[in-house]
């Protein structure tokens, strides 16, 4: 079954860290893979995708993530933390359902803090 | 601008009542999901309907129900029979063109049972 792992529900760095979010996925067949960012009491906002192609990923607000298939890892990053950056993000991969349709599964989610 | 709306943004039910929540896009998508969130549980899928007429049970279906009379919109209904209906409410859509299915979402509703 496919499924995705954050690790970490709640991580902080200081503004102007490295921001470094994990997320490992479990697929029998090539992923499609994505992050969301969501701010409190408002929808999910999509951040990357991965579906094929080069894998290092880059997105908005100055997110990438870099797929590696050995590693089974979808980790997002960004050089340099903002305080605009805290929200919570979550990482989802596309799974086939059994009415042969596409869903996406989602990780419980990881709570960034930034530290001024 | 196209998009995603849900309404309302907060409701409050009485135990033992039905409620309705909307969701409407105007992005010409053929797909529509609901979703509930708890705090630390992430999303899990209610619903979804993939054209008119026509929908599925997600992983968690027991105590919810909806229907799709129209491209454009996608209500989903908690019954009385939901055991602990209080919790965000997402919406979302996506195309079935092409084979990324990337999902847009609505704001949310948060519901609250009194």
């Known amino acids: 079954a496919q499924s995705v792992t954050q690790l970490g529900s709640h991580v902080s760095v200081s503004e102007g860290a490295l921001v470094l979010l994990r997320c490992n996925y479990s697929s029998s067949v090539p992923p499609y893979l994505f992050w969301y960012v969501q701010y409190p009491n408002q929808g999910l906002q999509l951040l990357l995708k991965y579906t094929t192609g080069a894998t290092l990923v880059k997105g908005i607000n100055g997110f990438e993530a870099e797929f590696k298939k050995s590693e089974t890892s979808f980790h997002l990053t960004k050089p340099s933390a903002h305080m605009s950056d805290a929200a919570e993000y979550f990482c989802a991969v596309r799974i086939l359902s059994g009415a042969g349709s596409y869903q996406l599964t989602f990780g419980k989610g990881t709570k960034l803090s930034v530290i001024p | 601008d196209g998009g995603i709306t849900q309404s309302p943004k907060y409701l409050f039910r009485k135990e033992g009542q039905n409620v309705t929540l909307s969701c409407e896009q105007n992005?010409?998508?053929?797909?529509m999901y609901w979703y509930r969130q708890d705090p630390g549980q992430g999303l899990r899928l209610i619903y979804y309907?993939?054209?008119?007429?026509?929908?599925q049970k997600g992983d968690i279906a027991e105590g919810y129900s909806v229907s799709r009379e129209k491209k454009e919109s996608f209500p989903l209904t908690v019954t009385s029979a939901q055991k602990n209906p209080t919790a965000f409410y997402l919406c979302?859509?996506?195309?079935?063109?092409?084979?990324?299915?990337?999902?847009?979402f609505g704001p949310g509703t948060r519901l609250t049972v009194l």
């Open positions: 992005l010409n998508h053929d797909a």
């Open positions: 309907s993939q054209i008119v007429n026509d929908f």
């Open positions: 979302a859509s996506s195309t079935r063109q092409g084979l990324t299915d990337t999902q847009y």
